[in-house]
């Protein structure tokens, strides 16, 4: 099974878990490309974006979850773990993301996107490429699909409940997610505060929500992770970046923020 990314953006795996395979290989060559001396690295965003481009999203992929990002694209976020666990690219925060010297030759020892999805998951020799395997799509689908769907827990299990056996999230998650804005006075918390409005994470889903009456007005808001300012999320989901706008009616709304993709959305629909 072939699954090189053709240069004219053309796919030849339809399935999502291709696709995520051959996201994860564009990964690999768009750190490639970046010049290693070069003060500033490449975003988290701006890769992912970057990969996307090159195989853009089809289908079921292109479908909004609740957080406001595609399917595919938070597939593709939560699969780039794998890429870290292999220890081909480093994620340094705000230092952005860049590829490490066993990831640049994973690319020239494993041309195919097979192989290099298997040797990526363990399957297969680092130093030499591995003669092809009737079972290499399985490997692909074992290394991939818990990323290409959020994992449902049933409706009973939704919340807190003692004893009950809940499963991991696919992906760390923070200790604490704050709406840090100047909605604070308004809920009986103070403004901008980043240890103020926190959110409540639903493993159903694998969102951090918070639903508060909040009287009419314009707000502006930032996400603040672990009580500080240290690390914090913007418009578009950009680390440090500005803040969000909404203008409210008035009344119940409910906040939902993806630590997949940094997004936050609300629900009922806002007006910025």
């Known amino acids: 099974m072939d699954l090189h990314v053709r240069n004219e953006g053309e796919t030849l795996a339809k399935n999502s878990?291709?696709?995520?395979?051959?996201?994860?290989?564009?990964?690999?060559e768009v750190l490639a490309a970046e010049d290693p001396s070069a003060e500033r690295r490449i975003s988290r965003g701006?890769?992912?974006?970057?990969?996307?481009?090159?195989?853009?999203?089809?289908?079921?992929?292109?479908e909004l979850l609740a957080s406001g990002a595609a399917r595919g694209e938070r597939a593709l976020s939560n699969a780039s773990s794998k890429l870290v666990k292999a220890?081909?690219?480093?994620?340094?925060?705000?230092?952005?993301?860049?590829?490490?010297?066993?990831?640049?030759?994973?690319?020239?020892?494993?041309?195919?996107?097979?192989?290099?999805?298997?040797?990526?998951?363990?399957?297969?020799?680092?130093?030499?490429?591995?003669?092809?395997?009737a079972d290499v799509e399985e490997v692909i689908e074992g290394a991939l699909q818990e990323a290409a769907a959020v994992p449902g827990i049933p409706p009973e299990h939704h919340g807190a409940h003692e004893g009950a056996e809940l499963p991991e999230p696919s992906f760390p998650q923070p200790d604490a997610v704050v709406i840090a804005g100047n909605m604070g006075s308004a809920l009986g918390r103070a403004d901008w505060d980043p240890?103020?409005?926190?959110?409540?994470?639903?493993?159903?889903?694998?969102?951090?929500?918070?639903?508060a009456d909040l009287p009419a007005g314009h707000y502006e808001y930032k996400v603040a992770l672990d009580g500080s300012w240290d690390e914090n999320y913007g418009q578009h989901g950009h680390r440090d970046g500005a803040n969000m706008n909404m203008v409210h009616d008035g009344g119940p709304l409910t906040f939902l923020y993806d630590h997949a993709t940094h997004t936050v959305v609300t629900k009922p629909d806002v007006s910025a």
């Open 87 to 133: 220890g081909w690219i480093t994620k340094e925060g705000r230092a952005g993301w860049s590829i490490t010297a066993s990831g640049r030759q994973a690319l020239q020892d494993f041309p195919d996107t097979a192989d290099l999805l298997a040797a990526m998951n363990g399957k297969a020799p680092a130093a030499a490429p591995p003669a092809a395997s």
């Open 17 to 28: 878990i291709e696709n995520t395979a051959l996201r994860l290989r564009a990964v690999l």
């Open 46 to 62: 701006e890769v992912l974006s970057a990969a996307v481009t090159r195989v853009p999203l089809t289908g079921s992929e292109a």
């Open 195 to 211: 240890a103020g409005l926190q959110l409540t994470f639903d493993r159903s889903d694998e969102l951090w929500k918070l639903t």
